[in-house]
């Protein structure tokens, strides 16, 4: 990705959402650009996002299968990223 700290900041204020979803949104839309194939990647990061939110925000607990699951995402999802960086 070739945007700066500045240029990611200038987005953020820009749209009016928060740095996580504005990094989210723009390695999806390079991988995208890249790799239709690695697209995937969007909706693990989607389901991700979501265990870590109930986790983070929700009066609710998060049991031992959103743990396994949430593994079991990132280690799919890490490999992806890498083959990026």
């Known amino acids: 990705m070739e945007k700066t700290e500045n240029d ?3 987005l ?5 959402r928060g ?6 949104s723009e390695v999806v839309s390079y991988i995208k650009n890249r790799s239709l194939k690695d697209f ?5 990061i989607a389901e991700l996002k979501r265990i870590r ?11 031992d299968a959103d743990s396994q699951k949430a ?5 799919t999802i890490i490999p992806l990223l890498k083959r990026y960086c």
């Open 8 to 10: 990611l900041d200038i």
């Open 12 to 16: 953020r204020r820009s749209l009016d």
């Open 19 to 24: 740095m996580h979803e504005v990094l989210l």
């Open 40 to 44: 995937r990647i969007n909706t693990e």
């Open 53 to 63: 939110v109930k986790a983070d925000y929700k009066d609710a607990d998060v049991v």
């Open 71 to 75: 593994i079991r995402l990132s280690q």
